[in-house]
């Protein structure tokens, strides 16, 4: 069973967390910001790019 599957059984809703700062190499932030589902830890820039390209289920 992957993550996912296991994921499915405890939890049919994930949540999006975020926005988390991006920080380089050397600590200091680089400005951009990332939304994170914290059931498959898709990641993208927009909230609504996690929405479309998680595969989870349902969202909030």
Same mark, same amino acid.
């Given at each position: 069973?992957? &993550? =996912?599957?296991?994921?499915?059984? /405890?939890? /049919?809703?994930? $949540? =999006? $967390? ?10 200091? /932030? $680089?400005? %951009? %910001? ?8 898709? &990641? ?7 929405? &479309? ?8």
């Amino acid at each position: 069973m992957n &993550e =996912i599957e296991r994921f499915h059984e /405890s939890n /049919s809703e994930a $949540t =999006i $967390t975020g926005p988390h700062p991006e920080y380089d190499c050397h600590g200091r /932030s $680089t400005g %951009v %910001v990332y939304y994170r589902c914290a059931g498959c830890d898709i &990641e993208a820039c927009r909230r609504a790019d996690v929405r &479309e390209h998680c595969q989870c289920g349902d969202l909030r």
